[in-house]
Every structure is written in structure tokens, then in C-alpha cells.
């Protein structure tokens, strides 16, 4: 390069250098360029910079002033690559401006184009640890978001990319020591000054917001639980009073009524067994109903007897199942006589205990979303909602009367929600008040139905359970159904025989024995046979936030119970 050339650069009111093609080192630079390539030789920059495909580039300078620059990049020959630079400062608006102001703003802001950071704001060593020049070239998706949240992420991305500005979606990156930060994304495309594609995310950290929200989440049910338990205990006196009537008909009844009587005895008190247990989904998901069915047309007759002997005698009520011999929707007998329950119990109190409900089957087709429904009709003849309330009646806590706890239509609306359907209400004040429940439809050929199923003859079952009364009859009970059984007192009494016992199949424990606890028996049992099936008897019903229920033996229990449960596990093998 002649000189009259280097010297006709050194004019050009930008920086410029010439880089070896090959190697990328600064072969000329002109006067402008010298503070960039002194910062550049200083911290050991090297331009990675791919001219076929990276065109732009941002260079930010620290010493002695903080600059940015934005960097066109061409091909001179075959030996060089020229890039002239333009300082993006507040008095060149066109784009200086916006650059200071990205800055300093307290968000993280990345411009990304072809899929790969070519600018991230100071801001980002704050929240990442990372400096600029870690994450320039990096890629947003592949790099920083957090395995977990990557799916979520790519669908927000692929939003963006097809023209939608997306606001406040929520997924975390990982920064440089590995820890999991939130943060909530404002994210759109715009152009460069060549007109190419730039998306330019926003990202907010939130991750102290979701901690004090969780506390102050945690620290408002606690508050609050107590009046659920007593809107609770309120319905199980009312169930307690009704089984003291019947017993008293049964004192007064001849001896063929009886069977009739004590049936009708059973299954209330089963009953009010199932809503102790729905107490639990105030702490944890009904996910696992997903992969459960049940035959509501069954279902409801079945459970007829029972919602009538709730509702007392002066409340009619009456089902009408057209025409239908199955209708099969997501969830199990405990979870369905839960909702019914919550819905018949707020009829009964509105009309005060006098009145008729009409329970009624049908389905819907939503040709829009090409989803068919399982449509549930409850309605009352009851004084109807106030329109003043009505559209607060879902909330949390929103209750009108003086005992209630307000979580029973809140819990019941997100049970729904969860298993993908939805409920529509209408009401008319002096005409009742009528509940839809929408649920997905499935037809017959849609049920998982085990084909196979291990038998359980001669299955060996251990059976730790201190209280007599409890395990001598569960003990022949599974003799009968052909099990080889061993029971224990204790856990010391199981392991003081373990090494002359053969290996069990399933192990139904109690989980508080005396002296070792029976999680303590539990943990050592995995250790000697990992593969042992465990099957848990507590009167604790909070231990079905930690167990599944399929697990879990809850007293007082039936032996069909006990049966059903003890298949489930041996069959988990075929799986």
C-alpha cells in the first residue's frame, strides 16, 4: 500500500482497519482506528468476524472512555478484509442515542440477528457474571436460557420471529456460575441499517419478585387454612348427624331393611372419607387424574343414593342421563363425588335446604377447536346469584356465607381448568342458578385398558402394622386371595427375621410404628432390594402430599381397596 493511499486514509473521518484475511490480525489502521486497535491489543481481542455471513459487528471499547462502535465489514481481496467503524454517540441521534441509552438502562437488552448475539448492554455482567465479549456470537437459546425452560423459549422465539411482539413471558437463563435466574421478556423484530431481520429482547429479573411472591403465597394460606378446615368440619358434622339418624332407624327396622340401611351408612361415611382426602389439592396438582377415566353415566348412579342423603329429605333431586350407556372424561370416583359434592352442598344452602337440583348428561363439539366435551348440568331451584356477586363467585376466598371458607368454586373452577375443560354459570334471581361443566370426551377405544395383568397368587406380601385389629384381618384377608403373607408387629421385629424371609413383592407398612418409624423401614428395605414395592397405611392425610395416592393406604381402608392398589403395583413391572 502505497503512501500517498495510507495517508488519504488517515483523513477518512472514521476509523477503519484492514485485517489478513487468514489470520485476522490488524495488518493497517488509519488515525481514527488507533484507540480501537490499542483497546483491541490490550485485551487480547480477536475478530472472529466471518464476512460472508457477519456483515455488522458491535465493538465495545472500555479505556479510555467507554465508546461503542458499529462496524461494517467487506472483502478487498483475497488477502484482506476492510472494516470501517462509526462511533454510535448521543450526538449522532440516528443511532448513537439509542446505543447510550441501552446502556444504562437496568434491564438486559440483546439485539440478535441470525440467531446469534452481536449486542448485549453492560447491564448483562450485573445479572450474568458474564463480560460483553463472553456472549457476543453466542446464541440466546442454545447458551443461556435454562434446559428446563428451552421448549417454552423456542415457541417464544418462533412468535417473534414471524412478526409478533410477545410481552411478559417468564423463563430463566443460567449465568456463570450456574445458577437459575428469572427473568420476564419483552421481545419484537426490527432492521438494521442494511434492512436485516434484528430482534431485540428485553429481559427483566424477576427472580426476587417470584421469592417474595412464593412467601407471601405460603404465608397467606397458612393464614387462611384454618377457616377451610372449619368450612370443612361444618359439612362433617352435617354428614356425622345424618348417620346418627340412620342409626337410629336402624334400631327401629326390621331385620330385612338392615343391608339396605348399613349400605346407605357405608357409603356416607366413605364419603366424607374422599372429601378429606380432596383437602390435600389445596397443596398439591390433580395432574394424575389426566391418566385416569371414569364413566360419569356410571358414576352418577352409582353415587345417586349418596347426593340424595346429603341433601336431606326436602331437597328433590333428579337425573336425567338421555339416552347414554357410557360417557367416559378424565378423573376417578374420588375427584368427580368431590366436585358434585361442592355443587349440590352450595345448592342445598341457598335454597335452604328445600328445593329440587337437575343433574343432567349431554355432549358438545367445539367445531372451532375440534374438541368434543362431556357437558354437566347442575341446576337448582334455588333465589339464583346476585349479579353483583356473580362474577366473583371463581376467586379465592370470595365467599358469602358467615362458615365458609371461599376456596370450595375456586379449588373446583382449577381442578376443571386443569384437566382441560371450563365451567360457564347462569343465573336468574328467583329462578336458580345453573353450572355447566365442560370436560373432554372420550370414547370407549380411547381408555388405556392393561392388557395384561400379574397375577397375584402366591405373591409375597410383608405386611408391618403394629395395631392387631388392623393387620390380623388384613393378613387373612390376603391369604384368601391366595398371597403368601407375613406380618410384623414392628420394623425390628421384620429385620431381627429378614435374613430367613424370602424376598417380598410388596411391603405394606405403617408408616408410624413404634420404636423404628416406618419410614426409617422403609429407607432400609430399598437399600437391601430397590426393587420392592412399598404400599403405605397412615391415618395422616397430609402424606398424600408426598405420596401418590395409588401408594398410599389411608385408615379407615376397604379390602377391594387394599386389592386394587397391590395389582396396580405388581402391574407397574409391565409398563
Not at 105 to 111: R, S, T
Not at 125 to 140: A, V
Not at 493 to 521: C, E, I, T, Y
Amino acid at each position: 500500500m502505497n503512501d500517498i493511499v495510507i495517508k488519504s486514509l488517515d483523513y477518512i473521518d472514521y476509523p477503519l482497519i484492514l485485517l489478513n484475511s487468514k489470520t485476522r490480525d490488524v495488518v493497517y489502521h488509519n488515525i481514527k482506528a488507533k484507540p480501537i486497535v490499542d483497546e483491541i491489543l490490550r485485551k487480547g481481542i480477536h475478530l472472529k468476524i466471518d464476512p460472508e455471513k457477519d456483515k455488522t459487528l458491535i465493538l465495545t471499547l472500555e479505556y479510555p472512555l467507554h465508546k461503542i462502535f458499529y462496524g461494517n465489514c467487506n472483502i478487498v481481496d483475497e488477502q484482506h478484509i476492510v472494516i470501517y467503524f462509526n462511533e454510535l454517540r448521543k450526538d449522532k441521534p440516528s443511532f448513537g442515542f439509542m446505543f447510550d441509552l441501552m446502556e444504562d438502562l437496568p434491564v438486559i437488552v440483546f439485539l440478535i440477528k441470525d440467531d446469534k448475539i452481536y449486542y448485549v448492554n453492560k447491564t448483562c455482567e450485573k445479572f450474568l457474571g458474564y463480560t460483553r465479549e463472553e456472549i457476543l456470537g453466542k446464541s440466546l437459546l442454545k447458551d443461556l436460557v435454562w434446559d428446563l425452560d428451552r421448549p417454552k423459549a423456542a415457541i417464544h422465539c418462533k412468535h417473534v420471529k414471524n412478526g409478533y411482539k410477545e410481552e411478559g413471558v417468564i423463563f430463566a437463563l443460567e449465568d456463570k456460575l450456574g445458577r437459575i435466574k428469572n427473568f420476564r421478556w419483552n421481545c419484537f423484530i426490527t432492521q438494521d441499517w442494511d434492512g436485516a431481520p434484528v430482534i431485540v429482547s428485553i429481559a427483566s429479573d424477576i427472580s426476587e419478585y417470584l421469592e417474595l411472591s412464593q412467601k407471601i403465597e405460603k404465608l397467606h394460606k397458612t393464614q387462611t387454612f384454618s377457616e377451610f378446615l372449619r368450612g370443612l368440619v361444618h359439612d362433617f358434622n352435617n354428614i356425622l348427624h345424618t348417620i346418627l339418624s340412620y342409626i337410629e332407624q336402624l334400631r327401629r327396622s326390621p331385620l330385612t331393611s338392615m343391608e339396605d340401611i348399613l349400605s346407605v351408612i357405608e357409603k356416607t361415611i366413605f364419603s366424607w372419607i374422599d372429601i378429606n382426602r380432596i383437602i390435600l389439592d389445596y397443596s398439591r396438582e390433580t395432574k394424575e387424574l389426566r391418566f385416569k377415566r371414569v364413566d360419569m353415566v356410571h358414576f352418577l348412579r352409582d353415587n345417586l343414593e349418596v347426593f340424595q342423603l346429603i341433601l336431606g329429605e326436602k331437597i328433590r333431586l333428579y337425573l336425567d342421563l338421555g339416552y347414554y350407556k357410557n360417557l367416559y372424561t378424565y378423573g376417578d370416583s374420588v375427584f368427580w363425588r368431590y366436585i358434585f359434592l361442592n355443587f349440590l352442598s352450595n345448592s342445598r344452602d341457598a335454597m335452604k335446604g328445600e328445593g329440587e337440583i337437575f343433574i343432567s348428561l349431554n355432549t358438545y363439539e367445539d367445531k372451532i377447536k375440534n374438541k368434543k366435551y362431556l357437558r354437566i348440568s347442575i341446576r337448582d331451584t334455588g333465589p339464583g346469584i346476585p349479579k353483583d356477586i356473580l362474577p366473583h363467585i371463581f376467586e379465592p376466598f370470595f365467599t358469602t356465607k358467615d362458615k365458609g371458607s371461599g376456596l370450595g368454586l375456586f379449588l373446583v373452577n382449577h381442578h376443571i381448568k386443569t384437566l382441560e375443560g371450563f365451567i360457564e354459570v347462569e343465573s336468574q334471581a328467583g329462578k336458580g342458578t345453573a353450572f355447566y361443566i365442560y370436560v373432554p370426551l372420550f370414547t370407549e377405544k380411547c381408555l388405556s385398558i392393561p392388557t395384561q395383568k400379574i397375577s397375584i397368587k402366591d405373591q409375597v406380601v410383608f405386611i408391618v402394622e403394629d395395631d392387631n385389629d388392623i393387620r390380623e384381618p388384613l393378613r387373612e384377608f390376603l391369604c384368601e386371595m391366595g398371597m403368601k403373607v407375613h406380618d410384623f408387629s414392628s420394623a425390628e421385629d421384620l429385620l431381627a427375621k429378614f435374613q430367613d424371609l424370602p424376598k417380598p413383592n410388596v411391603v405394606l407398612v405403617d408408616l408410624n410404628l413404634p420404636g423404628m418409624s416406618g419410614r426409617d423401614l422403609v429407607t432400609k428395605l430399598k437399600s437391601l432390594y430397590p426393587q420392592i414395592k412399598f404400599l403405605y397405611i397412615t391415618g395422616d392425610l397430609f402424606i398424600l402430599s408426598e405420596f401418590s395416592e395409588d401408594k398410599v393406604l389411608l385408615k379407615p381402608f376397604k379390602f377391594d381397596e387394599v386389592l386394587s392398589k397391590i395389582q396396580r403395583l405388581l402391574d407397574e413391572e409391565l409398563d
